[in-house]
């Protein structure tokens, strides 16, 4: 296998599958079939899923909201959808363990570091939910800050495109795919892959992203069988 411990990221929006709104039973119960098949193979794997599908602070506060206020809900919504993926994943019969970047204790564990890399030695999955338990920093920060404190070999974002393009590949037919990119590369090109914050905080700890279709069946387990799928962005 190409890697030990990998850090999933999934966006919340994709767990609405068809939905304009909330989760899909049907796509939560696809993810965690496809999660269950890496952690088959004794791969360790920790989850961060953003809350989208639920609400967005950006958004509220586009709508007047406070954003403070917002991000707060939306880190709520992070929750929630640890929550339905933890009950997904345990249907499926995988161990899992929910931490949570704001402590609400009687629904899940507090995010400990060593707490979590030790549930990922014993091969349980590891949700991280709350985000990063701050305003202001993106479900895709929290990911990249999680897997560097874990320890991750490389951060999976799962998303409905196939990797990163030259063009947007849903505007222009002639667009080419990126088999590997590198940081800095992605920046001079003016690519889109994580905010800022994030894809900065990945590329001074030196952790690949790998962007990659998690919509397609058998994905998730053909990359990490180190399969040519998606673009990886690296040093
Ligand atoms: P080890 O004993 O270290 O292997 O880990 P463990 O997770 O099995 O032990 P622990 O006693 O910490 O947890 C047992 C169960 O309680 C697990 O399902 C945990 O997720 C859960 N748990 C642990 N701490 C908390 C907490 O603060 N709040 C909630 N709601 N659940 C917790």
Redo the contacts with the bound molecule.
Sequence with gaps: MHYKRILLKLSGEALMGERQYGIDPKRLAEYAKEIKQVVNQGIEVAIVIGGGNIFRGVAGAANGMDRVQGDHMGMLATCINGLALQSALEDEGVI????TAL????????YIKR?AI??LE?K?VVIFGAGTGNPYFTTDTAAVLRAIEVNADAILKGTRVDGIYNVDPEKDENATKYETITFKEVIDKGLKVMDMTAFTLSEENKLPIIVFDMNTNGNLLKLISGGNIGTIVSN
């Excluded at 402590?103 to 507090?110: D, L, Q, S, T």
């Design positions: 899992t363990r929910l931490q402590e609400i204790k009687e629904i899940a564990e507090p707490k030790r549930h014993k349980r």
